[in-house]
């Protein structure tokens, strides 16, 4: 519980459950985080674990984070959405260093998907790019 309250005391002034490994001043706090989403991990592939589901409620009302990866890639997703529908294409310049790349990211992850090898890129995410953004017709240029 000490933690839980270091935690909600971290969102208060933060917004969000994202502690970094190396927050200071409590750097312990950003390795609870990441041992209980690895207790949830484990919870979920039914494995001995720590993890309740009263102790995933909890976290879950906090706003927790179980899957940071997935999350960046929907916030990305979000941002390259934004850009799309101000400019009408999704042509991001150089000057947007951290999108250009996600998406440079996502066209290499795509292509290798298409080609059978071994991606990052599921079926879920490729639905959602080629259902909003008609990813698939930037390799018919």
């Not at 599921?122 to 959602?128: A, G």
């Amino acid at each position: 519980m000490k933690k839980y309250e270091e935690l909600n005391e971290y969102k208060r002034k933060n917004g969000d459950c994202l502690v970094p490994l190396n927050y200071e001043p409590k750097p312990d706090l950003g390795f609870w985080v990441n041992a209980q989403r690895k207790e949830y991990k484990r919870y979920k592939d039914d494995k001995v674990s720590s993890m309740t589901p009263d102790r995933i409620r909890a976290l879950e009302r906090l706003g927790f984070v179980w899957n940071v990866f997935e999350q960046t890639w929907m916030e990305n997703l979000k941002s390259l959405l934004s850009f799309q529908k101000e400019n009408g294409h999704i042509r991001v310049p150089a000057s947007q260093k951290q999108l250009r790349g996600w998406l440079n990211r996502q066209k290499v992850a795509y292509a290798k998907m298409k080609r059978g090898v071994k991606s990052p890129m599921t079926p879920e995410r490729q639905k959602v790019l080629d259902e909003y953004l008609s990813f698939h017709s930037l390799f018919k240029e």
